[in-house]
């Protein structure tokens, strides 16, 4: 049994096998067959924050494989509050099969997850969003460049150091590809994202630049962004925030920096008109509806590679258990 807290603790292969795994999983829903992976079993989401894309794609992702989602939103559950998290872990490992955390600080899913013998996923923390990562690259892989592989690709982060851009930053570079992020330069991934990122890179090939200079966006197969604002409770003023990213905007003339062809991604919410225009988010090469939909596609895949080797009854095991529970009814009703 593995956590998914963070990419960096699989491999490439395993990160490629969880993608496919992922997209076959899609493609047999796509054509009506719901398999019944998730048969009888429990999702416990625990949220710190508000979601709408995270709780919609977990809560589907189980009831189309036969399993069942619990929302423990704030103010559900004693985390946080007399129950420590490790007490919290250890209770919800007797009731449910996967616990799914999306927490304010990394720390809190870390905890949970030493504390849990049931799966624990990271549905985004402060430090990075790794869920988010297996959907854009679900993604991506649906909408390669012709006649490239991912690792030929480029890929631009526009804006903020917020954790998606981390977490895109932390895959794309474990997988082998080219990362990107153009930013202010007051506004980059710090020392330590640029050491994991480095250490991606000795091992896979791939590379990566952080930069405030716009031509570094030139040839891109994808380029990508995130709200300038709104997702942290001690961040400056709107209008500051507007002042500082106003050059970062994705529009048409970003995007004619890219390839030919060259896509455009958003993890969503966006804020239209002005970290993306409605020219882009609704072109052709808008791909942030078909990211939205691999949340739910990720999702899937994930939920089955952490749990493929539960051990699971025999026929002659389980006929033995019904058989049981029969003459342990029989002697409470039948003889009433």
């Given at each position: ?28 829903i796509k054509q009506g067959y719901y398999p019944p992976l998730m048969k009888d079993m429990t ?64 720390d809190t899913v870390i905890r949970l997850a030493r504390s849990c013998s049931v799966p624990v ?216």
């Open positions: 049994m593995k956590d998914f807290i963070d990419s960096r603790a699989y491999s490439r292969q395993e990160l490629l096998d969880i993608v496919s795994l992922s997209l076959a999983i899609k493609r047999a999702l416990g989401m625990i949220f710190q924050q508000s979601s709408t894309r995270t709780r919609v794609s977990f809560e589907t992702a189980m009831s189309q494989m036969g399993g069942h989602a619990q929302y423990l939103g704030p103010g559900m559950i004693q985390l946080g509050g007399h129950e420590t998290i490790e007490d919290t872990g250890r209770v919800l490992s007797r009731l449910v099969d996967v616990v799914m955390a999306r927490v304010i600080t990394h996923i990271n549905g985004m923390s402060d430090f990075n969003h790794p869920t988010q990562e297996l959907g854009d690259i679900c993604t991506m892989v649906e909408h390669l460049p012709r006649g490239k592989k991912l690792q030929d690709c480029k890929v631009v982060f526009v804006g903020d150091a917020t954790q998606v851009c981390a977490s895109l930053g932390f895959i794309c570079t474990k997988l082998g590809m080219h990362f990107v992020q153009y930013g202010p330069a007051t506004h980059q991934l710090n020392k330590g994202h640029r050491q994991i990122m480095q250490e991606n890179c000795e091992v896979s090939g791939g590379s990566f630049e952080i930069s405030d200079k716009r031509d570094c966006v030139r040839d891109a197969d994808f380029i990508y962004t995130d709200v300038w604002y709104g997702l942290y409770e001690n961040e400056m003023p709107k209008e500051e925030r507007v002042k500082v990213f106003a050059d970062y905007q994705v529009n048409r003339d970003l995007m004619q920096l890219g390839n030919l062809g060259c896509k455009f991604m958003h993890c969503l919410p966006a804020t239209r008109g002005e970290d993306v225009t409605d020219e882009v988010a609704d072109s052709e090469a808008s791909l942030c509806w078909d990211q939205a939909e691999n949340r739910l596609t990720a999702m899937r895949g994930l939920l089955v590679y952490l749990t493929h080797n539960r051990r699971r009854p025999t026929e002659l095991q389980l006929a033995a258990a019904k058989e049981s529970l029969d003459a342990a009814m029989c002697r409470i009703f039948c003889e009433k």
